[in-house]
């Protein structure tokens, strides 16, 4: 009892880095959350058409629908009633007449005031709530992005796009983490239909952890009989998404998008729609509605999985659950607010997020 009051949620915050890590199957997954209501509200189906900001995220070849002017992304998101906290911003700037695109992305996933109660319990058996302190676990990203047009004609539009990004993550005073990956990606538009392809963690990224205990912090662990966490390798195998979306014009005020994404890892059996041992696909459905280009309604489903059904008391009945969501954005001249209403866990079982962001064209005014 004493051992587990000791380490509390101190022993939880390292549980995914005290491994001498190789491979691991969801590593970094803070870059799989999305960014961008109007991705998420689209079930994360955005590989094919994404052409804003947020391209270099889903897929950094729509960086090139950019043109013009730069384009700048908001986002603030708070999942469980505000313990995890997520924030994410980009930028895209066109330049060389349109013909490529640079951009740069900042993500953040966190969770702050978390109680470290390695000092709970005095040496005579006591306990001290005074000597609980608090930390914060958090994750960054930060992407450098490069996109450019392979061919253009009146018809066809073929682009390739490219991510450096940095991973640095930290825990506390305790541990902290170094990362580098590549991102490359490549989409294809005809006159409506479009597809998209983008390889995640080409050359596979890797965390290169250390950890910085003190002597009294070290000797509370070994007395806990806990595991005193040495230099480590985090390594994320590399994952293929693969899109198509097509463009339903039912007037000249009125277009329907409809997109279908798949994301293809090979780290072994999940559970997924398509599961095998070492590959699995995770398909993505989204749906837009737009209205003279100035209202949006949008719709999507993600995350399929097989669960045991409720209310089965033998746990032998299996059903498929799903991650809904839907969404509305408004454009006002070179400014659009989105918005995004997801669920974390299934519809059977909702955890549901409000999520906006916002996306804004910084046009220069013209001197008078």
Known sequence: MRNGIRTGLLALAFLPVISFAQFRKYSNEFLNIGAGARGLAMGSAQVASVNDATAGYWNPAGLTGVKDHPNLNLMHAEYFAGIAKYDYASLAIPVNENKRTIG???????????????????????????????????????????????????????????????????????????????????????????????????????????????????????????????????????????????????????????EANADVTFDGKRNTVFSSNPVSVDPHLGLELGIKDAFFVRGGITNFQKALADGDILNQKKVWIYQPSIGAGFKVKNVTLDYAFTNLANQSNPLYTHIFSLRINLVKKENE
């Open 104 to 258: 740069v992305s900042v993500l953040r996933f966190a969770v702050d005031d978390i109680p470290n109660t390695l000092y709970l319990v005095e040496p005579d058996g006591s306990i001290n709530y005074n000597n609980i302190k608090t930390f914060s676990s958090a994750d960054w990203a930060f992407l450098l992005s490069f996109a450019q047009n392979i061919k253009t004609t009146e018809n066809t539009g073929i682009s390739f796009g490219a991510n450096a990004k940095v991973i640095y993550r930290k825990i506390g005073t305790f541990a902290t983490a170094w990362g580098f990956g590549l991102d490359a990606g490549l989409q294809i538009h005809g006159k409506r239909g479009h597809f998209g392809v983008v390889v995640k963690d080409l050359t596979t990224t890797f965390n290169a952890w250390s950890f910085h205990f003190t002597d009294k912090e070290k000797e509370v662990l070994y007395l806990t009989n806990n595991e005193i966490p040495v230099k480590s390798t985090e390594l994320t195998a590399p994952r293929i998404a693969i899109g198509g979306g097509y463009n339903f014009r039912i007037s000249n005020s009125i277009n329907i998008m409809a």
